[in-house]
Each structure stands twice: as C-alpha cells, then as structure tokens.
C-alpha cells in the first residue's frame, strides 16, 4: 500500500476517532455532568476547535495528494468534503450561538441540524471511503 494512501487512511481514522469520540464521550459525559451555563461554556469551548482540529487533520492528506497525486479518484472528493465540512461547520458556529443567546429557538434548530448532519457527512465519508479503494 502507497505511503499516500497510508495517510490518507490514517488521517480519516483520526477524524472518524474524534468524531466518534465527541459524540459518545465529550457530549453525554457535558451534559450528564455540568449544570447549563457549564455546560454552555464548554461545548462553546471545544467546537471550535474540534472544528478547526478536523479541517487541519484533513489538510495533510490535501497536500499529499497535491504532492504526489491520488491512488484512487475518489480520494480527491473525500479530501475536499474532509477540508469544507468542518470548515463549514466551524463558520456557522457564531450564527448559531447568536441564536440560542437571542432565543431565537428556531433559528438555533435549523443551523444546529445542518452542523449535526455535516458532522454525520464527515464521519460517514471517512469511514466508508475505503469501500471504493
């Protein structure tokens, strides 16, 4: 197996693993744990950057790709999903907090989904891109 493809694999692993780790640790441990301004404060904390931590992971395999090309076609469209889903992600957060302080309950549902379903986006292509290799 090419080096590329090593990478690649092991940087969505890493974004799979985060996501994965976000939702069945980070998230039912917050809430379980935290009163609601905690609780607030912290999810206001950490999605930012696991948002920026996911757009940087998917950088690497982007440059190696530029470098030294893909090992398979489908490489190309995880790569860019894997850089413009968390980068999405990461700019509808001030919109999204803005609407939960300002009550706006509607609002907050609807971007709350679209990062919700990104998210569910992200972690479905890296972890079933390999179907295709």
């Not at 998230?27 to 950490?46: Q, T, Y």
């Not at 413009?84 to 989904?113: M, Q, W, Y």
């Amino acid at each position: 197996m090419p080096d590329t493809l090593k990478i690649h694999l092991l940087c969505s692993g890493v974004i799979s693993g985060s996501i994965i780790f976000q939702i069945a640790i980070i998230a039912p441990s917050v809430f379980k744990l935290l009163g609601e301004d905690n609780v607030k404060n912290m999810l206001r904390h950490i999605f930012p950057r696991l948002f920026m931590f996911l757009s940087f992971t998917s950088l690497v395999p982007l440059i190696f790709i530029y470098l030294f090309g893909a090992i398979s076609p489908i490489q190309y469209p995880v790569s860019i999903l894997s850089f413009l889903v968390p980068s999405i992600c990461f700019l509808l957060i001030p919109k999204t907090n803005r609407a939960k302080d300002n009550g706006d309950e509607k609002r907050f549902s609807v971007l709350h989904k679209i990062s919700v379903i990104l998210t569910v986006v992200l972690l479905s292509v890296n972890l079933l891109w390999l179907l295709f290799v």
